[in-house]
């Protein structure tokens, strides 16, 4: 008998197969991606401490549903410009693990040759265009970049990550207003983590509701739970949207917390004990596990399995920049502004 006469179909007699359910499968892979950068960020800390890795390092551990929200908004044609916290953003983004371990390291199989380190992840391929150091330098850039690729045709959106910090220099304002009154497609997204390194926002800012200031610039802007990565989605999606028929430059203010220092030097004692507790208790990575727990999307059987892929992507990350090579002597000049020119 055919399958319309209810018959099982051959090898499966007795079992019933259960139906997809696309939005638990997307849920589930949210929560791996942030389950990767939470895991590559740890891993990091013990590279650090063992002096694996050098120079300053600034994780995004708290923050990881900020870049896998925002992220899922955005295609492999849109660009992304980002800060010195932005091992999350590139990772979210589709850069390999081994590519930002490999920079971590210093090698010449980062995905900036080893020339750029923690602070200046780069690559163009996915159109990821930094890792800046300079608080609020990609700003400029980000509306840069959006108006040539309006210029090129397209519905293009140009996505720029920055932290409250960045909304006090001037660069911020200048860009907000300049791409407002040119109506270029970029995304603003504000990781509004309380503290400017180690400024508070209310030492900072007189107002401190970030959104309803970048709104007077004349765009959308609102603000979002940014530890919330359903939520964060969500926001993303409407502007992104919203960017792409046209109606110019929006603004996400996501409120988020970073759930350790500024950077591994940073001796964090600008903050009470009792508010860093608190705001783990809003772990996004936490939060979304448990939800999907509760609703049986979850079980913990997938949950061990996925621990143990991001695991292991991780360590082969480690191990393959532990036996990258160095940048040839030779080569330190190859690259530079103005160098190869003179050579060509």
Known sequence: MNSASG???????????????????????????????????????????????????????????????????????????????????????????????????????????????????????????????????????????????????GDQVTCCFFGDGAFAEGEFHETANLAALWGLPVLFVCENNLYAMGTALAREHAQTDLAMRAASYGMAAWAVDGMDVRAVERAARSAVTSIRAGNGPHFLEARTYRFRAHSMYDPDRYRPKDEIAEWKRHDPVTGLTEALRASGRLTSGRLKKLEREVTEEVEAAVEAAGRAPEEPVDDLLRHVTGRDEEES
């Open 7 to 153: 018959a099982s179909a051959p090898g499966h007699q007795g079992r019933r197969t259960k139906a997809k359910d696309p939005a638990a499968a997307h849920d589930r892979r949210l929560l791996r991606d942030m389950l990767l950068i939470r895991r590559f960020e740890e891993r990091c800390v013990e590279l650090y401490s063992a002096a694996a890795i050098r120079g300053f390092v600034h994780l995004y551990i708290g923050e990881e549903a900020v870049a896998v929200g925002v992220h899922q908004a955005l295609t492999e044609q849109d660009a992304v410009v980002s800060t010195y916290r932005e091992h999350g953003h590139a990772l979210a983004r589709g850069v390999p693990p081994e590519a930002v371990m490999a920079e971590m390291y210093g090698r010449v199989t980062g995905c900036s040759r080893g020339r750029g380190g923690s602070m200046h992840l780069f690559e163009p391929g996915r159109r990821f265009y930094g890792g800046n150091a300079i608080v609020a330098g990609g700003l400029p850039l980000a509306a840069g970049l959006a108006l040539a690729d309006r210029m090129r045709g």
